[in-house]
């Protein structure tokens, strides 16, 4: 089974700043399959990206997503006040789904 | 705009069932597969279970594997999530999501707002 390892755990940055997360598989993995996620406190998960880099209807362009093989990242170019959540990373392999950990993006 | 809306939940002892309801509302339920997926206090997301969009295919994450099942009524747009002898461990929110497939991409693009399970004596 294949796992996905998130860093860093916290990210602590100012309103307006870049963040950069990072999703590590633990081997290749298509990225066709690889899934990025918002959730805020007491709310469902929201998808953001799919397919590593197509954003999800909706979703600003504020965030991209990046990468291939092993190593993937979701990027938020200028951090608006409403992006201060947990993004989770996800991987769809043959009849089974696997999260990472989480990165939460705190306000500094 | 998609509905998913769980229901089920509550306080159950530990060896006893709960069964969860996912009803679906604003798209062609029946030509969709779902998900079932839950977080427990404070931890991450994990992947429960799924189920074609006409049944034929169900896949169990090994931690529920032989206590869970999942199935769909698609005449009554509705999802289900049975739980036999439950765990302390178990205990979580549980969400029920839409599986998508668009061209070699696959994703989870609708997510209900949960139910909680809590499993105690």
């Known amino acids: 089974e294949i796992v996905l390892t998130q860093s860093p755990g916290t990210l602590s940055l100012s309103p307006g700043e870049r963040a950069t997360l990072s999703c590590r598989a633990s081997?290749?993995?298509?990225?066709?399959?690889l899934a990025w996620y918002q959730q805020k406190p007491g709310q469902a998960p929201r998808l953001l990206i799919y397919?590593?880099?197509s954003r999800a209807t909706g979703i600003p362009d504020r965030f991209s997503g990046s990468g291939s093989g092993t190593d993937f990242t979701l990027t938020i170019s200028r951090l608006e006040p409403e992006d201060f959540a947990v993004y989770y990373c996800q991987h769809y392999g043959t009849s089974s789904w696997t999260f990472g950990q989480g990165t939460k993006v705190e306000i500094k | 705009q998609v509905q998913l809306v769980e229901s089920g939940g509550g306080v159950v002892q530990p060896g006893r069932s709960l069964r969860l309801s996912c009803a679906a509302s604003e798209f062609l339920f029946s030509t969709f597969g779902m998900h079932w997926v839950r977080q427990a206090p404070g931890k991450r997301l994990e992947w429960v279970a799924y189920?074609?969009?006409?049944?034929?295919?169900?896949y169990y994450a090994d931690s529920v594997k032989g206590r869970f099942t999942i199935s769909r009524d698609n005449s009554k747009n509705t999802l289900y999530l049975q739980m036999n002898s439950l765990r302390a461990e178990d205990t979580a929110v549980y969400y029920c999501a839409r599986d998508r497939i668009t061209g070699t991409t696959r994703y989870f693009d609708y997510w209900g707002q949960g139910t909680l399970v809590t499993v105690s004596s």
């Open positions: 189920i074609r969009f006409d049944g034929s295919e169900k």
């Open positions: 397919g590593a880099s």
């Open positions: 081997q290749s993995v298509s990225s066709s399959h």
